[in-house]
Structures are given as C-alpha cells and as structure tokens.
C-alpha cells in the first residue's frame, strides 16, 4: 500500500498532534489504515527526547515567549517546534527495513528535496539529520514499538534562531541550527514545502526495496 501524505495545518498545538499520532499508529498497528507520512506547522514548543538534557528554559523564558514545553518518547534531545518549520510524521511499518534503513531514507529525501531548492546538504556521522555547511537544517528522531513508528523530522524553513537560545539543540555544542529562508531568497512557507517534500520523502521510502540508498 503507497505512502499517504497529509497536511494536518498550521499553529496546531504539540499535544494535539501527538495525541493524533497515538491514535493512527495504533491503527496502522492493527491494520486498520495504512502507512502515512502527516505534515504540520506547530504553534511554538520545545520537546524533551528519552535521553537527559543539560538545561531546559525557564517558566519566565516560556511564558515570555508563549511556548509549551512538552516530555516525548522519540529519540534524540531537546528540540524546538513553531512557525516557519516544516515537522513530518512518519507512522509507518518499519520491519520489513528497519529503523537506520528508515532514518537513512528520510535523510535522503530530505537532501534530494533541498538540492531541488538549490541548497547542497549532507549527513554528519553520529548526529541523524540533514546538514549544511553553515549549520543544522532538519532535526530528526523516531519512536518505534512493535515496529511502526511515530515521530519524524523537522524541516527549518523561516525560524529565528533565538528560538533555540534556552536549550542546547539536539545536545550538539559545536554547530547550531540552520534556516533555509537565510541561504536562498523565496524560500517556501511550511503550507508550500509540504507537496513537493512529500514526493521526495516518498520516492526514498520507495527505494528501500530496491536497495541500499546512496550515501
């Protein structure tokens, strides 16, 4: 069964969208729907990975800047959501690739994706995500049980990066968070990214079959 893409909307607040991911990856568990790829612009909150963070922003910090804080079981560190980011969430079978093949795939699409922007980008080892020279563009981490997975990546296309000023992104000390809005003139809106994204990230799912992808 293909892929289905969906466009949840914008300033959807973080909860929402997670308890909606509960409730489909329940049912893709017990083969009610199938695989789905769900786009979303959230309104502003900074999620907690499984892992121990070094420092958390304040309640002033969070009020100030009218943003929720929200514990997740995905993996990875802390991590900002809010307008001007694209998230994608993946609740799809795993088993019969595999969670890194998965991972591998969602970077891939991404890359493809923001090459057709006309931004080059890469992987950097140990850190899942997608790169550019100048910092980090799309955060990634998922969640699996019973092989299907919740969660997914989050696409920086228009964010200020002082949204990131009360955490440490990702836990990574030595690079910082990239917008694409910053590197090409016209960058698109998340409700404009996410049909062509959608493709992309499609197309390198659909490859996994075929193979290894390309590195």
């Not at 502003?44 to 420092?55: F, H, M």
């Not at 994608?88 to 595999?98: A, E, Q, S």
């Not at 493809?112 to 980090?136: I, N």
Request: charged letters at 20%; one cysteine or more; a neutral charge.
């Amino acid at each position: 069964m293909p892929l289905e893409v969906l466009w949840w909307g914008s300033d959807v607040p973080y909860v929402d969208g997670l308890e909606r991911q509960v409730a489909l990856r329940e049912s893709v568990e017990t083969g009610q729907r199938g695989d789905l790829l769900a786009f979303v612009e959230h309104s502003p909150v900074i999620t907690l990975g499984k892992r121990a963070v070094d420092r958390v922003p304040t309640q002033a910090w969070l009020t100030q800047n009218a943003t929720d804080l929200v514990q997740t079981r995905r993996g990875g560190l802390a991590t900002w959501h809010g307008p001007g980011q694209l998230t994608g969430y993946l609740i799809c079978d795993l088993r019969r690739w595999g969670v890194r093949r998965t991972v591998e795939a969602l970077e891939q699409g991404l890359m493809v994706w923001l090459s057709q922007q006309g931004v080059q980008s890469g992987r950097r080892a140990g850190h899942p995500g997608v790169w550019h020279s100048s910092g980090k563009l799309a955060a990634l981490g998922l969640h699996v049980r019973h092989g299907i997975s919740m969660h997914g990546f989050a696409l920086n296309l228009h964010v200020d990066s002082k949204v990131w000023d009360p955490i440490v992104p990702c836990g990574i000390r030595d690079a910082s968070p990239q917008s694409l809005h910053l590197l090409i003139p016209g960058a698109p809106q998340p409700d404009e990214a996410w049909p062509s994204l959608g493709e992309a990230i499609q197309q390198a799912l659909s490859c996994l079959d075929a193979g290894p992808l390309a590195r």
